[in-house]
């Protein structure tokens, strides 16, 4: 009696280890959905930067032909997905958060059929919808540091760290991109809604194996355009099985899926004009090649803070802080990496909110006190002008101008302006090398003349 109960345990968990895995859902994640969107578009702009865009529309329309297929058909969850062909050899294809995806020329000429490249496609898509570039940051903690730049302006410390750490999510697209560099834990779960979803849109499985298969191989045999995506894309262990294996658990389907003619494709790619490589984007060092050119548009997008609107220049971008009212806001070069890690604004603008010292606001005293925070966060700064006062938004408030030495060489001229909403002091720093104030300062003014807030409730 005891032995058969024996007997029948061991069945239930051989069968269990023998079956089909759970379908992978989205883990820990500190960002919201629209936040990978937003991350994504940020990071697209700065690929196509730095890579070629292969503008062909046959050879476009059929790689986004394949992906809708496989969002749709294969019944992938919504996001603002966007293929594009990028002019590369080497034999990769990597998806940003919240949707935008790029194949390099070299995989579609590296494919032998067009499940293949479905194959990849699927795997990315994964990669999008159970959000595993956010996941990973979150993980790397990227946003435990905004309490010290947000709460209180003591932090603010116009080098805070959160944008050293998100400058590396914007900026640092390479290879070691947080965003980019999957765990093994999240390739083998890519895998698995890869290959359901190519199934479900009509594509064999079993050509994901046998690409992935293919790519092993042959970056074995040290074909450096084969390295790319595993070195991305990590073998989480026995992929190819792990794959395979799989696949008897599916519905028994004809795959008759066909978006078009691959070899003619594989043509096309053939009698491209090579383009010149572009210019990866130079990342500012801290102390180096000197203060950077301030870039702005003319044209302005508004930043909907809690308790505040405030304008900015539309090429600009934002960094909200997690666990306060504040955001930072800075164009594509300003930010500077520390060698501690750190970053250091170069130019843009901080907000905050900084509380009354009894709940009833004294506009001198505070201010006083916002301007010493000011001072302990940044090292060498100091005030260079008498606080004037001024009206914002139609409430009272003052504006000061500090100077600091600044993290890019030279000095930096820092306009701290705030004012009384009540129960504290709503403020912002404008900050911007001294050599190009001039050109500033007019937007600086016109950020100041613009900004709305509301009473704190
Ligand atoms: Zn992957």
């Known amino acids: 009696m005891r032995k058969a109960l024996g007997l029948l345990v061991l069945i239930a968990t051989v069968a269990t280890a023998a079956g089909p895995r759970k379908t992978p859902k989205p883990g820990y994640n500190m960002y919201s959905k629209e936040q990978d969107i937003q991350l994504g578009r940020e990071a697209a702009k700065e690929v196509e930067q730095q890579l070629n865009v292969i503008n062909d529309r046959e050879l476009t329309d059929y790689i986004n032909r394949i992906g809708k297929r496989l969002v749709t058909v294969g019944q992938l969850e919504e996001y603002p997905y966007f293929f594009k062909v990028v002019q590369e050899d080497s034999i990769n294809a990597f998806a940003l958060p919240g949707g935008p995806m790029y194949v390099h020329t070299g995989l579609i000429k590296a494919a032998e059929n067009e499940a293949q490249i479905a194959g990849v496609l699927a795997h990315e898509l994964s990669h999008v919808v159970l959000r595993h570039g956010t996941n990973q940051a979150s993980k790397a903690q990227l946003f435990s540091i905004p309490a010290a730049i947000g709460g209180a302006i003591a932090g603010a410390s116009v080098g805070g760290g959160m944008l050293g750490q998100l400058a590396q999510l914007g900026i640092g697209l390479g290879a070691n991109s947080v965003l980019l560099k999957f765990s093994r834990g999240a390739e083998s779960d890519a895998d698995l809604l890869g290959m359901r979803t190519m199934a479900k849109a009509g594509y064999n499985p079993l050509e994901m194996a046998r690409f992935f298969e293919k790519l092993e191989s042959q970056s074995g045999n040290m074909n450096k355009l084969a390295v790319a995506f595993m070195a991305s894309h990590p073998n989480p262990g026995d992929r190819v099985k792990a794959i395979e294996k799989e ?160 993290a890019a060489g030279g000095k930096e001229i820092d306009v701290l302006a705030a004012a009384d909403v009540g129960s504290g002091l709503f403020y912002a720093v404008m900050v911007s090398p001294e050599s190009e104030y001039q050109k500033m300062e007019p937007l600086f003014k016109e950020i100041v003349r613009t900004l709305r807030l509301q009473p704190k409730q």
């Open 247 to 406: 696949t008897q658990y599916l519905p028994k389907a004809q795959y008759m899926a066909q978006e078009g003619n691959l070899q003619k494709m594989q043509g096309i790619i053939g009698g491209l004009p090579k383009l010149p490589p572009k210019k990866p984007v130079q990342q500012q060092q801290a102390g180096q090649g000197g203060p950077p050119q301030v870039e702005f548009s003319r044209n302005s997008k508004v930043y909907q803070g809690q308790g505040y609107t405030i304008s900015y220049p539309d090429d600009w971008q934002t960094f909200p802080d997690k666990n306060g009212p504040g955001v930072t806001i800075t164009g594509r070069n300003g930010v500077a990496q520390l060698q501690n890690g750190q970053a250091a604004v170069l130019y843009g603008v901080i907000t905050g909110y900084q509380a009354a010292q009894n709940g009833q606001v004294d506009l001198r005293r505070d201010l006083d006190t916002l301007i010493k925070n000011v001072i302990q966060g940044n090292a060498g700064m100091q005030v260079s002008g008498q606080p004037q006062s001024i009206m914002i938004d139609g409430r009272n408030g003052a504006v000061v101008q500090l100077t600091s030495p600044s």
